[in-house]
């Protein structure tokens, strides 16, 4: 079951160091066949809802893995939920599903 205190409204990811292309390290929205590489005080803002509130389908991404161990990747991300995101009630919520 997915809960609606999940979701992330907006995403601002913070790029806090640069990683060379050919070293991976990319975060990539498939959907939108956008690749983004790491610049150092560069951010990307997306919201992560459409407008009904349901799951962006377009805003689906992942972070390419580093293919050296001469770099690290540093990214900052703050997230904004639809409501408050209290931890308690998620662990309450797991124990039910479980039960």
């Known amino acids: 079951m997915c809960i609606t205190y999940f979701y992330r409204f907006y ?3 913070v790029y806090l160091n640069d990683v060379p292309k050919e070293y991976g ?3 990539n929205f498939k959907y939108l ?5 790491p610049i150092k005080n560069t951010a990307l803002f ?3 809802l459409d407008e009904d509130g349901q799951p962006n389908y377009w ?3 992942s ?3 580093l293919l050296t161990d001469k770099f ?5 991300n703050v997230w904004t939920r ?5 931890w308690e009630d998620i662990i309450n919520d797991e124990d039910e599903e479980n039960s």
Do not use: P, Q, R
């Open 11 to 13: 995403t601002l990811l």
């Open 25 to 27: 390290g990319s975060t």
């Open 33 to 37: 066949d956008l690749t983004v590489h």
């Open 46 to 48: 997306f919201n992560n």
């Open 59 to 61: 805003t689906v991404h």
């Open 63 to 65: 972070g390419e893995t």
């Open 72 to 76: 690290e990747k540093w990214a900052l």
């Open 82 to 86: 639809t409501t408050d995101f209290i």
